[in-house]
């Protein structure tokens, strides 16, 4: 059952889109939104970057605490669930169509993340490129977090070749295999609502927590802080998830320095 290479630029549409959105409840939405405004020093006018935002409920609820975001998402129906989302709340947003590696930005952003399990979906090269292309979105010493539980320490322990679970309406079925060769988990997710049925290939490549700080360090970022819960449980075997702080490498300048950028505000923090 082993996914093609770009499994993702056609696995979130239909039932996958609405089970995500009816697993990710708004209490568990604020708590991340919480972790990241706290962690990634933000304060209202922060320009933020949401890479992949997916729905944008995370850029929602930090547009809401005054937040300038920032979503990039490859996935049409994702953007629209966000854009409409915004729209209703009036929260301005600034939304994006392209791969997550797709960034045009260069020190634009004091913050950026990667939140619901968006991490390693490509080969290493590919995940690579991910991290870098953030890097260059951020200014000098800017922050970013990297929420996963794609991590050795924390899906090993834990590892089930079968999950099942009912969410409303929805029935959700995994089938996992994790492919020593290649290091990554090879999914079938089968998702069903009534008559409707969806049957689907995915692939995650695992890294363990050593590696995917060196990947940040090899980018600029340096890695100041790792969690194992939102609560800030330190990160160990068997936690549940790895969150990773780290700052981008690099003296924002001052404002009475020569050629120094007036542009670029002062950090909280």
Known sequence: MNAPNNWYEHFFSGLAVDFWRAAMTDDT???EADFFQEHLRL????????????????SLALAERGCAMTGVDIS?????????????????IALRRSD?????????FDAAFCAGNSFGFFDDEGNRAYIE????????????????????EALFPHFRGKIEMELGAIRFLAENR?????????????????????SKLASHRVYSGVELTGLLEEAGLEPVE???????????LGSRRLLIVAQKRGRIPSPTAPGA?????????
Do not use: H
Request: aromatic share 8%.
């Open 43 to 58: 304060a209202p006018g922060s320009r933020v970057l949401d890479v992949p935002c997916g729905d944008g409920r995370l």
């Open 261 to 269: 950028a007036a542009s670029v505000p002062t950090r909280r923090g």
């Open 178 to 198: 994790y492919e020593p060769r290649t290091g990554r988990v090879e999914n079938r997710f089968t998702i069903s609502r009534g008559k409707e049925s969806e």
């Open 76 to 92: 049409a129906e994702f953007l629209e669930a966000a854009e409409k989302s915004a729209s209703e709340r009036d929260l301005p």
């Open 133 to 152: 292309a953030v890097a260059r979105s951020l200014k000098p010493a800017g922050w970013f977090a990297l929420d996963t539980g794609w991590v050795a």
């Open 226 to 236: 790792m969690f194992g819960s939102l609560t800030e449980e330190p990160f160990r």
């Open 29 to 31: 939405t604020q708590a």
């Open 100 to 108: 997550m590696r797709d960034l045009p930005w260069s020190a634009q």
